[in-house]
C-alpha cells in the first residue's frame, strides 16, 4: 500500500522539524532530510521517523537526491 500523498504533505523530520523529499518509491523508497543529510527508511510504506535509525548520506547521495 503507498503512503497517502496527505500523509506525505505533513510529515516532517522529528530532529529539525523541516520538510522531507521523497526519494524512490514511496513503498520502498526513503524520506530525505537535505538540511542534515539523514535519510529515513519506509518499510511496508510505513515511515521508519526515528532519529536514532536515520542515517547519513554521502555527498554523492545527496547530490543525487537533490537532483
Request: net charge negative; aromatic share 4%; hydrophobic share 40%.
Amino acid at each position: 500500500m503507498p503512503l497517502d500523498a496527505a500523509l506525505l504533505d505533513i510529515l516532517v523530520c522529528p530532529i529539525d522539524r523541516g520538510t522531507l523529499l521523497l526519494v524512490g518509491g514511496d513503498t520502498d523508497g526513503i524520506l530525505y532530510n537535505p538540511r542534515l543529510r539523514k535519510a529515513y527508511r519506509i518499510e511496508d510504506s510505513i515511515p521508519v521517523l526515528l532519529p536514532d535509525e536515520a542515517r547519513d548520506v554521502s555527498d554523492e547521495e545527496h547530490q543525487r537526491f537533490t537532483a
